[in-house]
């Protein structure tokens, strides 16, 4: 299945429609600290949003929801459920993702049969409670290196702080693309287009000097 380069984090079904109507294709939908009923109303206002405009609805940590609304996929951090139970809940149509901050979390995911991995974060950010380290860009060229020795090849989607100038940088490193939050927050309108033309022209470049 096909896994977007760009992936935008939100709370907000309002946020989440003037990503999709600026261009994005891909939501993950990030609830914490609030009770169920609030939790199933916000994910059935943003599945109706990318329907509109046939973008993906990935629910974080929340299987049951998933399943409930047929939302496209579930993501899952290093606390919540294990990859393997939630593919063994939601079966192989639904995309699962896997937050990932060390080479050990990788190879558990890719194992247990994710369909993509968060790797980050790239620096710090205030969005995201319990920060891992940080492993800036050396550390991405680490770890990457690595899956490619090992044959690990499932999409790498960084996170953390992510601005447009950091997209050449990264995807030259080896990962498929960018999952973003604040940025995208502040200025959805500008800011899509443009994380869409860095990660277009960064994919080309790569493509011409593999050739």
Not at 19 to 40: E, M, S, T, Y
Not at 136 to 162: D, N
Request: hydrophobic share 45%.
């Amino acid at each position: 299945m096909k896994i977007s380069q760009l992936h935008y984090i939100t709370a907000s079904p309002e946020q989440a429609e003037a990503a999709c109507r600026a261009g994005a294709d891909w939501v993950q939908l990030r609830i914490k600290n609030r009770n169920a009923a609030d939790w199933k109303a916000l994910a059935l206002e943003t599945l109706a949003v990318c329907r509109q405009y046939n973008a993906r609805l990935i629910i974080n940590d929340n299987v049951a929801l998933v399943a409930e609304l047929g939302a496209d996929g579930v993501h899952v951090g290093k606390e919540d459920l294990p990859v393997a139970e939630a593919r063994r809940r939601l079966g192989d149509s639904v995309i699962i993702g896997g937050t990932a901050n060390t080479l050990d979390n990788i190879r558990a995911h890719h194992a247990a049969g994710a369909d993509y991995i968060g790797l980050g974060p790239y620096r710090f950010t205030t969005t995201k409670e319990k920060l891992s380290p940080i492993l800036g860009l050396e550390g991405y060229r680490h770890l990457l290196t690595t899956c490619a020795s090992e044959g690990l090849s499932l999409p790498i989607i960084a996170i953390g702080g992510i601005e447009v100038a950091d997209i050449p940088a990264l995807l030259r490193e080896g990962v498929h693309g960018i999952a973003v939050s604040g940025a995208i927050t502040r200025e959805p309108a500008s800011q899509v287009p443009a994380f869409w033309q860095a990660i277009q022209t960064a994919t080309s470049f790569s493509i011409l000097e593999n050739r």
